[in-house]
């Protein structure tokens, strides 16, 4: 049984910076792909950062240049930094790893920036 465990959420202030982990317990085969997405009151949920197996990262124009997601496979654990934080950036944030063909969900962390 894999669970991802996430942390790092809290309250920041505009301009500053947070770090999400996502720690995977149980067996893995291998982390094919992971993301975190995000999801603010009211509106669907959204990808911000996806890190394959090689290595290659992507990210939508909203977060572009200041999220930043990479992986520790040692840990099986995911990361997203995030820096010069914005209101709009206040969401539930999840962690997405697949491996093999299953995907992994977590519980969500908060994240809420405002002054």
């Known amino acids: 049984q894999v669970q991802l465990v996430e942390s790092g959420g809290g309250l920041v202030q505009p301009g500053e910076s947070l770090r999400l982990s996502c720690a995977a317990s149980?067996?893995?085969?291998?982390?094919?792909?992971a993301a975190w997405y995000r999801q603010a009151p009211g509106k669907e949920r959204e990808l911000v950062a996806t890190?394959?197996?090689?290595?290659?990262?992507n990210y939508p124009n909203p977060v572009k240049g200041r999220f930043t997601i990479s992986r520790d496979s040692t840990k099986n654990t995911v990361y997203l930094q995030m820096d010069s934080l914005k209101p709009e950036d206040t969401a539930v944030y999840y962690c997405?790893?697949?491996?093999?063909?299953?995907?992994?969900w977590g519980q969500g962390t908060q994240v809420t920036v405002s002054s």
């Open positions: 997405k790893i697949v491996s093999g063909l299953r995907s992994y």
């Open positions: 149980g067996t893995l085969s291998s982390i094919n792909l």
């Open positions: 890190i394959t197996r090689s290595g290659s990262t």
